[in-house]
């Protein structure tokens, strides 16, 4: 493979380095799936996030709708966090937009699908 510049050389192997270059593109569109993302473009309704198959279809009906923006939600598949304190980091506002269940919810969601 040849590359055009050493900046395209240098962001290449950061990324092979990074918690990012295990990813695949099945488990990207099944997280992606998962939880809602925002968009700038009014692409239709965005379905209610239900952070993977750990919450039970009667829960999936209740659960509060809470949206992560693009940012976040690139940053968490860059990321794979394992800590709530990497978590905190990573989605803005978090304590105001997620209890502490739905907080430890979307943690497992990232270790298990990312």
């Known amino acids: 493979m040849q590359l055009t510049s050493p900046c395209l050389g240098q962001v290449l192997e950061r990324l092979l380095k990074s ?3 295990t990813q ?5 569109k099944h997280f992606l799936e998962l939880v809602a993302v925002r968009t700038c473009i009014d692409a239709g309704p965005v379905p209610p996030p239900v952070f993977g198959c ?8 209740t659960a509060q709708e809470v949206e992560l923006t693009k ?3 690139l940053q968490l598949v860059n990321s794979k966090p394992r800590t709530l304190v990497e978590l905190h980091t990573l989605v803005e506002q978090i304590d105001s937009r997620l209890n ?3 907080q430890e919810d979307l943690l497992q969601l990232c270790t298990t699908v990312l």
Not at 24 to 28: G, I, P, S, T, V
Not at 54 to 61: D, E, F, I, T, V
């Open 19 to 21: 918690p990012a270059a």
């Open 24 to 28: 695949d593109a099945e488990k990207l």
């Open 54 to 61: 750990l919450l039970s279809p009667s829960q999936r009906g």
């Open 71 to 73: 940012s976040e939600a």
């Open 100 to 102: 502490a269940e739905e």
